[in-house]
Structures are given as C-alpha cells and as structure tokens.
C-alpha cells in the first residue's frame, strides 16, 4: 500500500482523478469476487489508466523515444501491426459485453425453439414468426460486430487488433455457419412447394449453442457460485436439451406419414387409460409435446413401461441411434457427478486457488492495481500452456532435456547476449531455463533492485525505464524478441540498472542467477564473450560511463578469478581440470597478483606432467615473477632435479638478476646441492659479484674446500680478480689453507695446460685482424660519403678486395688506399681495426 501511495502522488491531480472516474465507470459489483477475462488494459505502475486505454482503442501511439503520437494510421511492434484507424471492439468493453448477454438470451431461445420449431411447426404462427425474424436481426447484427471484436491469439496469447486479422479469422471459422443460421427458412420452404428437405437446414441453427456453453464456462470460474450447484444445473440442462431434440424428432417421425396412417406411429397408437391420441394433430400442442417429451425420458433412462414404443421401421431405427447416444451421455453424466463427488478437476483446483487468494487479498486489504494481475495470471495460468511445465517434472530429466532444446533452443541461439558462445554452453542455458508470462503494465525488474533472474524475450515488447531524481520517468530503450535484461546487475553484482515493465502481453524465458553462475563456472570462456557482448551492446545506450566503468571492471575481475583458477589446477596437479580451462580458451601465461604462472607453482611443486604439458602448449618459460624467479628457479630451489631438466631442455634459463652476488651467496651459505643444481643448469661458475669477485673467491676465503672443488669442476677460473687485483688463488694463499692452496694450484696447472692446448689449435683465430672498409675515396665530400662494413683482414689483398667489392656491391673496385690516400699493396700493411676505402683504378 505505501508503495502505491508513493506512485499515486507521482502523478499530477489531473491523472489520478481521471484514473479514478475510469474505475468507478468500469467497476461492477461482485468484482473483487468474479474472475474476468484477460485483458490488456491492466494499468502500469506509473501513468494513468486512461493513457493504457487510448492505446488499447488505437487513440494514441508510442513512437521509440516514448513520445505521444495521436491517431497514427499503424504501430508496428515485433513484427505485428496494430490498427489505430476505425472501429476495433475490445472483447472487455462494457458495452459489448452488455451485448454478449443480450445476445446470450436470443441464443437460448433459437437453441430450444430451432428442434421445436422442425418437429411441431410446418410455417410458424404470425406472432412466432415476428419472434423468429426479431431474432434473426439481432444475430446479423453480431456476425457484423464479429468482424470489429478483437481477439486473442492462442499461440501467443496476446490481443489482436488488425482489421484484416480478425476478419479473416471470423471468415475461416463460424462466418457462413453463423450466415446461414439467419437465413429465413420457414419462407424458404414456403417458396419452394414445401420441400421437406429445406426445413433440415433448420439445424444450422443449433450452431448457436456455443454461446450458452460459453455462458456456462464463465459461470463454472464465478467463485461466487457454489460450484457444485452450477456443475448440476449444466449437467440437467444437458439432459433435457437432449431430451427436448429427441422430443422433437419423435413428433417428427410420426408427422412424417399421411392422416390416413396415424394408428402406424408411436403417438397414433398410443392411449392412455380411455384416452386415445388418434388424430394427435388436433390435439392441444402442449399436451403432444408434453407426451413426446415423455417418450424421450423414458427411452432415454430404459425404464420405460411398454406404453409408449416404435411401432414403425424408422421409428425402430431411431430409438436405436438414441438408446447407442444415451449410453454415451449417461456416462457423461454420471462421470461428472462422479468427479463433483471426489474433486480434483481442473476448473475446481482454478476455484479453490482462487478462493484462498482472494481472502489472502482481502485479509492484507491489496489495492485493485494488485488484484487485477493476481487474478490475471492465476486465469493465464489456467487457460493457457503456461501451466504445462508442471506435467513434465516426473519425466527423466534427458527427456525434459530434449523438450527443452527443441523449444527454446531457437530463441536463446539469436539472444545477441550470447553472440559467439560454443553450443555447449548454450545447450546447459536452454536446459535450465523457465517459461513465463507476464500482463501488460506489470514491472519484472525496478531500478536499483538486487536481480537475482536473467530474462529472455521471445514474445511481446517490454521497456527500459529510467527514473530520475524528481520521479518522472524516461524511456531508455524497448525490448523486444531475442533481447534479454538483467544480465548487468547479474554478471556486475550492481543494482538494476533500469525499470523493466511490460508493454503487451510476453513470453520469456527465464533462469535463475545460481544456475547461470554455475554454468559460466565450467564455461567460463564463455563467460568472458559474455561480458564482451555485453560492453558492446550498451555502449550506446548507458546513460553515463558509470555503467561502463562498473562492467570493464567486472571484466579485469573476471580475467584475474579466472587466472587463479587455472593457477590452482596447476598448483593441485590437477592436469584434467587444467586441460579443461585452456582447451576451453583459458590463457595459461596468465599471471596472478604475485606475477607467478601456472608453470611457476607446477616447477615449484614438481609435477612433471604439468610442466610437460605446458611447455608444449608454448608458454612462455623464462617468464618472471614479481619477485624475478623464472620456473626453473624454482624448480631447482625446491629440488626438483627431473622438472628442472624438462625445463632446461626446452630452452628455459635461470636469467637471475645480478647472477654473481645471487651464486657467490648461495656459496656463502654452503648449501652444496643447491650451487650443483644452479651450476648443472646452466649458471656462469665465473659470474662476479659488486666487487668483482667470483664464487670461487667465496669459496677459498671461507675455507670451503667442497664447495670450491665443485665450482673447479664446473669451470671456475683461478686467474680471475676482484676489483682490488686478487685472484682466488691469492686469496688461499692468504689464509694458509694447505689443502685449498693445493686444490688450486692443481687446478691452475690443468687451467694453464688446457689454454695452451686451445690456443694452438686456432692460432688463426687469435691472430686475425679486422679493417674497416668504406666504398668512397677518403678525401671526398661529406656529401659522397656512405656507409662501410667492418671485415676480417684477409691473407691476400686481392682476396680483400674481392669481398670488399661483393659485400659493398661497388662494380669496377680494384685497389685500397688507407686514410693518407696511399694505395695499400699487401695485407701486412694492415693494423688491427684500420679504416680501409675502397675505390676503382680510375678514381685513382
């Protein structure tokens, strides 16, 4: 109530008091009791209801912005016009339901006097026939009013209002049936020489009990009728309206023959007591149809006396067909009566639900706005398949599947929501939704709500709604089939955005925000696509960058949850789950917030699989962390010799920061096994901290004999100084370690022979001198001159020449010359470094 109050004061005095005449004049008594029809003129949380009803006529139509248009020739909405020029009926117009009860009261009569009027009348009475011609005019003036009643659809259950619609429908359905009724059959037979087949169209008439069965239908729902009263009162009106036709048909029969054979039917032949029926024409008519309605009952219920029986061929036949047709209707009674008794029909369920929310609606004393969608979605709910869902709960939930995927599958494909996302994922989408209905004018969502529902469009037209500050609304956008709303609070976590309100009547689809969480859990690639498509699909429509802000953040949140997901499969050695997330498009050079990789915490961990398995995805392996270890690092910090050799051998490197000053520490400790796994994996033995001073410097000034036998075996050099002049051999020398200083000086030995060894075997190598070579002459301009191309001297001056002249692409070059210009004959000429130009003879 306090939240109606708050809509009522938002709008203007004029409004209200034209939404409450409006009420007043189409309120009738019992309302809160009776159950109406569906309509589409359930007023919105904001506007008046006069606005609705302007639309429902055509009066005035809305264009995209929201803007009032009157009198436009069409609307077009999700494919669908809707007539807003001439006269279109709304089935609930007050007016026209007035008629549909007068008509009723005609419909009754011609539905009882049609069977009477075949079997008894050969050329009506002058006051029976200005009766039948009253009648008939009236049921031309309804076939007229049929092509102007709008309806509704039974596949979408949403109003009709073109013109062309609704006439063809009432063309394709009872039209020429309904024509035909009103034709003037007594006349017709008259003018054609009392043709007795003529009088048997008379029954098209009958066509008008659909009426009287809707009248009865309504009737079953009024919660002010007891039930079971209204079911019984249909159930003997059954009765005797098949009595009654049978009556007739048994007068006919015996009419049918000549005066003279009268003593040869059913009625000539009967007397009752010392009354004989012989020349029944001329009896009174009450009294022979009295008596045929008698013979009717009785042949009906088979507890006749004998008194009355065929007594002619076609009467034989007749009680026959009857007799076969009343074992069929007394099943039908008796089934009914049956089911009165032990409850559980449809319409009784529809009754009870709706007599408890009713006393629910009067005990909290709910406004009428509140009313009026209660009771129009508990009558949806009954009328239409919307309740069909409920039947499949007991079938496997494969079978419930499949329905799933074959009617909702087309819908969620074209949700641009989804735009790009694998079928899988789409498949566990349509298998988890729900299919709703929602009345014109009721809001799904309100602004600044939690959501916990993701909507999906697939019938009908619903808008964004944004309210501002001083209450007055704004039209942001329309939704119509294959949009979806919600996904922004949902995917964001932010309140809504926008309200969400019903334009006509909808279809959606819905799921719950648990069950989406959980499948963008094992989907979650998707689920990035998701939130792409989502930033795209507003961009245009936010009102400021606020929402924009709140859904690229969600983004990077999503990216950074995502990397510590793949970095935990990693970490678990859980290779299964790991495949899974990059096989689904995960990145497995992600970072975490520490900048470690999956690599990282699998070398770290020593899981060979792992580390296999990503190094032939091609991660990247010398990545660094933010405390600049690489993998292999790791790997070797924590033992892992066999994790350290697959990163080693797939081109991984240790490339640590000050990678003297990290070994020469490590030595420093003493930690042996960790400075052989550093060394076996490719760390300079020969690295130098600050002060120049290599792990071999550390090692004999510590006194670690161990330690400096490995860093020797690793290739440590015992000729390298520090910054003072010091070799690692001066060093031990110093601290008069005998067995330090003769573990060195072996080794120095070895050293010295092993360089003499390589210096003879490439004495060209440490004897080559490199020149200069520059394709101008040294006194030209700066103008001329180009770039050179630094050269090996080689052992011939014209072999120099040669690949000078190849290399710097100059044709025609013949000789040398040196800075001085002075031409150079001989390669001994040549120092180290020297600048060389290159130039023809004739330059010369």
Known sequence: MGRRDKENGRRSGAERREGEEEEEETTTSGDEYEVQDLNDRIKSSRGSRFNLIENQFGLVDRDAQGTRRRFSRESVINGIRYISKGLVIHPDNRWYRAWEKFILVWAVYSSFFTPLEFGFFRGLPENLFILDVVGQIAFLIDIILQFFVAYRDSQTYRMVYKRNFIALRYLKSHFFIDLLGCLPWDNIYKASGNIEEVRYLLWIRLSRVRKVTGFFQHLEKDIRINYLFTRIVKLIVVELYCTHTAACIFYYLATTLPASHEGYTWIGSLKMGDYSYSHFREIDLGKRYITALYFAIITMATVGYGDIHAVNMREMIFVMIFVSFDMILGAYLIGNMTALIVKGSKTERYRDKMTDLTKYMNRNRLGREIRNQIKGHVRLQYESSYTEASVLQDLPISIRAKISQTLYLAYIEKIPLFKGCSSEFINQIVIKVHEEFFLPGEVILEQGNVVDQ??????????????????????????????????????????????????????????????????????????????????????????????????????????????????????????YQLKGFIRAGADPNRTDYDGRSPLHLAAARGYEHITEFLIQEGVDINVKDNFGNTPLLDAIKNGHDRVASLLFQGGASLNI????????????????????????????????????????????????????????????????????????????????????????????????????????????????????????????????????????????????????????????????????????????????????????????
Not at 802 to 825: F, N, R, T, Y
């Open 657 to 844: 920061d000050n990678a003297g000053s990290y070994l020469c520490a490590a030595v420093a400790k003493g930690d042996s096994d960790f400075v052989r796994r550093l060394l076996s994996n490719g760390m300079d033995p020969n690295s130098k901290d600050y002060d120049h001073r290599t792990p071999l410097h550390v090692a004999v000034s510590e006194g670690l004999y161990l330690m400096a036998k490995l860093l020797l075996e690793a290739g440590a050099n015992v000729f390298s100084k520090d910054r003072w002049g010091n070799s690692p051999l001066d060093d031990v020398r110093m601290t008069g370690n005998k067995n330090l200083i003769k573990l060195l000086e072996e080794a120095k030995g070895a050293q010295i022979r092993e360089f003499s060894h390589r210096f003879q075997e490439i004495p060209d190598k440490t004897q080559r001198r490199k020149c200069t070579v520059f394709p101008f002459h040294p006194r030209a301009s700066d103008g001329e001159k180009q770039p050179g191309i630094v050269l090996w001297v080689a052992r011939t001056i014209e072999e120099l020449i040669q690949k000078a002249a190849e290399q710097l692409q100059v044709p025609g070059g013949s000789c040398l010359l040196s800075e001085d210009a002075g031409k150079i004959l001989d390669v001994d000429m040549i120092d180290d470094g020297q600048k060389l130009y290159l130039i023809s003879q004739t330059h010369t």
């Open 454 to 575: 993701l909507y999906f469009v697939c019938h009908g037209v619903l808008e964004e709604v944004g309210i501002m500050e001083d209450g007055s609304e704004e039209t942001v956008s329309l939704l119509q089939p294959n949009s979806s709303f919600g996904q922004i609070s949902i995917l964001c976590n932010i309140p809504q955005p926008y309200t969400v309100r019903v334009c006509e009547l909808c279809r959606l689809l819905r799921i719950d925000k648990q069950s989406f969480s959980n499948i963008l859990e094992i989907y979650f690639y998707d689920g990035r696509k998701i939130l792409n498509n989502l930033l795209e699909g507003k961009e245009s429509n936010l009102r400021d960058k606020q929402l924009e802000s709140d859904i690229t953040f969600h983004i990077g949140k999503q990216e950074a949850e995502l990397a510590l997901r793949v970095n935990s499969a990693a970490y678990h050695g859980d290779l």
